[in-house]
């Protein structure tokens, strides 16, 4: 049945709504969630079972020609609520894909020698195997298994990390007479990460003689040092390299301890000399995040990511570069109005290639370094890709071009190859193409805003597949985490923007203040003003769309996770009438419980501020959601993750709680197990479930 407004007397006549001898544009009926029968232009409406039904592609490398790639695929099982993952080899300039592996387990690429040998990890050992198809073979036995492993370039040892217990936190640990007690004891903060109490033991780097796959007897190159490498909670093996000569490892480590720990960005690049046992701090003096080392092909030139001011998180980030004969460095972006993702270094050692945010998408950027680099000449960069799409990462170089992942709005992620005489990338993988063939495309277009501070603000607005601007359609909008997180052409398997445009719904998604992409200035604008211009941004362009004939301005939700959540909550108290509906994620309710409970303060201090002093009154008051409770009249649904420590549980309670009490209209979603995130599959069906059902409800 069409469900429609009631205003005055309504006739349903030849598709149209006559109202008082007037006609109106007729509301849309949205689709059932799981609806795969209705078929529009082709195919059918996304749904949230599809969309974990999507194989997720990552490039694990190239062989040493260049010439045959090799990514795997994870794909969800819903019987086992688990992902299995699989390696596959193509040649780089198309031809028949041939499956490397197929054991239970998951694989993962360690390098590729000249001789096409493939060193690849699998549960927790490396084994080898050979691009032409050869049998595998299992060449380590090492008790406990390894993790993040790097073979030394003279291929005689072995760099691994491994957790080490150092501090006696866990009851278990401190009184060995108790060993079935439960019960964590500190004296300094940094007593838990992200989703995980820290129980004393911090990641190491050890490394060993190599020979065969015998590991030798490891040594701890960190040894009683209570600090972590790689870093706590998402670092791997990116934190540490091995010296061209295999004599030194370099490796990323944040030096500091519980409180102060807790409240800074200040990790380091340590050099440890095997022979003498030595480490050198290469960083002294650089404030910030120092992060990703790498070398240069000829093994001259250190190079790593920097961001200069110490708490800050969402600094610039730039490429440094060190001589490794002389030790003198140059900052080879500091001039460049933007922040680099990741890069990679050119065969020939004459340019680096890296990605970073772009007027709404990530691109493709070179540096030529092949003269000046260590003059006062600033070298050029240039920005050689270009379109409605993401360069997610670099894989390697070939003869013509750069193998690249790549990702749209309305597709997950593929290996492309990016040809550098046309500018233009090509799919070599084509793992998900049948599955899109079946699902209803949906449009995507960019629309300009005039801020309330006359700049420009860029969104990206997600129609329906089947779009008739003669009718009206309900409206999301989308409110970004981070703060300084950026809005673009990325694929995501929870805030899928087609999936939720496929349910028939609008979706606009400004890349508002905060945002990479635009500017430093830009990017660094909300810290200290979370609930200001931001805020107005988000109001501007849903204003903005809702000029437009087919918006049913009656039915706007305003949805979002983490800062995307607290901008709910905020809008939730000044949005005067705009929104019907509202969904917010884990987002921070109540700035001065928050702050409290929090871990990674550093984060806290830089963009709030702490609540006591009287400096950041503006944020604990004006921009401070729970302040603006006696304003909430809309009906609201709260996801709240049990072991989410960025934004803890009480955030999610407070809040619902409140709604509650207020009598409005509110459904809170515990999800116990999860972090700051959802990544059960079963659970993240759960999740959509109640998402749609709740937009079902609340938008008519």
């Known amino acids: ?399 013509t071009g750069l193998i690249v992942t790549s990702t749209k709005m309305t597709r997950a992620a593929e290996v492309f190859d990016y040809n550098f005489k046309n500018k233009s990338i090509k799919a070599i993988t084509h793992v998900n193409d049948a599955m899109y063939s079946q699902i209803a495309d949906t449009k995507v277009e960019s629309r300009v805003t005039k801020a309330t501070d006359g700049l420009d603000l860029f969104s990206w607005v997600i129609y329906p597949p089947d779009f008739d601007p003669t009718k009206k359609y309900p409206v999301l909008l989308f409110c970004q985490g981070g703060p300084q997180a950026a809005t673009t052409q990325s694929y995501s398997f929870r805030w899928n923007f087609q999936l939720m445009a496929s349910q028939g719904y609008i979706v606009i998604a400004p890349n508002r203040r905060g945002m990479p992409g635009w500017g430093v200035k830009w990017n660094e604008q909300i810290s200290k003003d979370w609930g200001g211009q931001s805020i107005r941004d988000y109001l501007s362009a849903i204003d903005d769309l809702s000029t437009e004939s087919y918006v049913d301005k009656s039915n706007i939700a305003a949805v979002g996770a983490s800062y995307g959540g607290y901008s709910v909550f905020m809008l939730a108290g000044v949005h005067e009438g705009r929104f019907k509906s509202l969904i917010s994620h884990c987002g921070l309710f109540d700035m001065t419980s928050w702050y409290g409970t929090t871990e990674e303060l550093f984060f806290a201090n830089h963009d709030i501020g702490a609540y006591w002093d009287k400096n950041n009154s503006k944020s604990y008051n004006e921009f401070n959601p729970i302040k603006h409770i006696d304003k909430w009249n809309t009906p609201i649904l709260i996801f709240q993750g049990g072991k989410d420590y960025r934004v803890p549980i009480g955030q999610g309670l407070e809040a619902f709680q409140a709604a509650q009490l207020k009598g409005v209209k509110s459904r809170l979603v515990y999800l116990p197990e999860e972090n700051h995130w959802v990544l059960s599959g079963h659970n993240a069906q759960v999740w959509q479930r109640e998402f749609f059902g709740w937009l079902s409800e609340t938008l008519k």
């Open 1 to 399: 049945m069409m469900r429609l407004s009631c205003i005055g007397a309504l006739l349903l006549i030849n598709n149209m709504v006559v109202a008082q001898g007037k006609e109106v544009p007729q509301k849309v009926e949205r689709p059932q969630i799981e609806n795969r029968v209705k078929t529009i232009n082709g195919g059918t409406p996304l749904s949230p079972k599809a969309l974990w039904e999507l194989g997720r592609v990552s490039a694990e490398g190239l062989s040493a020609d260049g010439t045959q790639l090799i990514y795997g695929v994870s794909n969800y099982q819903f019987d086992e609520n688990k992902s299995e993952k699989n390696l596959f080899v193509v040649p780089v300039k198309g031809g028949k894909v041939r499956q490397f592996t197929s054991d239970a387990g998951g694989e993962t690429v360690l390098t590729i020698d000249e001789n096409g040998n493939v060193l690849y990890m699998f549960k927790g050992q490396i084994w080898q195997k050979n691009l032409n198809g050869s049998d595998s073979k299992q060449l380590t036995d090492y008790e406990g298994g390894l993790e993040n492993v790097k073979i030394a370039p003279d291929g005689k040892s072995i760099l691994f990390s491994k957790a080490v217990l150092l501090k006696p936190y866990h009851s278990v640990d401190k009184y060995s007479d108790l060993g079935k007690s439960n019960v964590y004891i500190y004296d300094n903060l940094d007593y838990r990460h992200w989703d995980t109490w820290n129980d004393g033991r911090f990641n190491h780097p050890f490394i060993a003689s190599y020979t065969d796959g015998k590991i030798g007897e490891p040594k701890d190159i960190m040894e009683g040092e209570p600090f972590y490498s790689p870093q706590m909670p998402f670092g791997g093996s990116e934190d540490f390299i091995w010296t061209a000569d295999s004599r030194s490892v370099i490796y990323v480590a944040k030096k500091r301890f519980g409180n102060d720990y807790a409240q800074s960005t200040n990790t380091d690049l340590y050099q440890y000399d095997i022979a003498t046992g030595e480490t050198r701090n290469l960083t002294e003096g650089m404030s910030g995040y120092d992060t990703n080392p790498s070398l240069s092909k000829d093994g001259k030139i250190l190079s790593w990511l920097s961001m200069k001011t110490d708490g800050f998180e969402a600094d610039k980030n730039d490429i440094i570069l060190m001589e490794a004969s002389s030790g003198r460095k140059v900052n080879l972006t500091a001039h460049w109005d933007g922040t680099v993702n990741s890069f990679i270094w050119s065969k020939d050692n004459k340019k680096i290639f890296f990605v970073a945010p772009s007027k709404g998408t990530v691109q493709l950027f070179e540096i030529n370094v092949a003269k000046g680099v260590w003059s006062k000449v600033l070298p050029k960069i240039t920005q050689i890709s270009d379109g409605d799409f993401d360069i997610a990462g670099i894989v390697g170089e070939t003869s």
